[in-house]
Nanobody, 120 residues
Framework: QVQLVESGGGLVQPGGSLRLSCAAS????????MGWFRQAPGKERERVSC???????DYANSVQGRFTVSRDNTKNTVSLQMNSLKPDDTAVYYC??????????????WGQGTQVTVSS
């Protein structure tokens, strides 16, 4: 079993920055890739970013150039640096882990979510 815990959410003004972190525990060696999803009220869940065990990264077009996903294998954490935040980035952000696909296409484990609100 793998447990994922997100942190770092909060309120930020448009144009500001925020950094989310996800700590993984349990059978972490079984994870192929980890990434971030988000879901806003009334909208479908969106895959934001993913990073695989071989270092391959992928980003949604809506965050390309603004968000950066990284990993720290020593600390078993994955982070999402969010810059130039927009009100449309407001959502609950979920950390996810995929045992099979390196693009986080079908995550097997999910965190509890952390709220990100971009507003003046």
């Amino acid at each position: 079993q793998v447990q994922l815990v997100e942190s770092g959410g909060g309120l930020v003004q448009p144009g500001g920055s925020l950094r989310l972190s996800c700590a993984a525990s349990g059978r972490i060696l079984s994870i192929n890739a980890m990434g971030w999803f988000r879901q806003a009220p009334g909208k479908e869940r969106e895959r934001v970013s993913c990073i695989s065990s071989d270092g391959t990264t992928d980003y949604a077009n809506s965050v390309q150039g603004r968000f950066t996903v990284s990993r720290d294998n020593t600390k078993n954490t994955v982070s999402l640096q969010m810059n130039s935040l927009k009100p449309d980035d407001t959502a609950v952000y979920y950390c996810a882990a995929d045992r099979v696909f390196k693009l986080c296409l079908n995550p097997d484990y999910w965190g509890q979510g952390t709220q990100v609100t971009v507003s003046s």
